[in-house]
């Protein structure tokens, strides 16, 4: 299973990023897939997920409103829309994969992880 995480970099607070997830080597239909985030000196944190089948999503507090996950079957990518970005939300942003998990928030629950992508919000 590899998952690739791109579509980070430099932006203005206030403005918006798209990050992807690519992911390949099996069907992941049943999958929950999940993006985290870590800035320096922190934990890892959830971020939001998605179950892949039903489209289900689920947001941290710290970004419900600005934040938004989708999915494209067909390309197997999974998608995370940042928008109204803030300097806290400068991190390195990972996607990562859980097969049927029902703790979405966990990272301890995820099975695969992507290389993480680097947002950096500043002015």
């Known amino acids: 299973v590899q998952l690739q995480a791109s579509g980070g970099g430099l932006v203005q607070p206030g403005g918006s990023l798209r990050l992807s997830c690519a992911a390949s080597g099996r069907t992941f239909s049943r999958y929950v897939m999940g993006w985290f985030r870590q800035a320096p000196g922190k934990e890892r944190e959830f971020v939001g997920a998605i179950y892949w089948r039903g489209g289900n999503t689920a947001y941290a507090d710290s970004v419900k409103g600005r934040f938004s996950i989708s999915r494209d079957n067909a390309k197997n990518t999974v998608y995370l829309q940042m928008n109204s970005l803030k300097v806290e939300d400068t991190a390195v942003y990972y996607c990562?994969?859980?097969?049927?998990?029902?703790?979405?928030?966990?990272?301890?629950?995820?099975?695969?992880w992507g290389q993480g992508t680097l947002v950096t919000v500043s002015s």
């Open positions: 990562a994969a859980a097969d049927g998990t029902s703790d979405w928030p966990s990272p301890s629950t995820y099975d695969y």
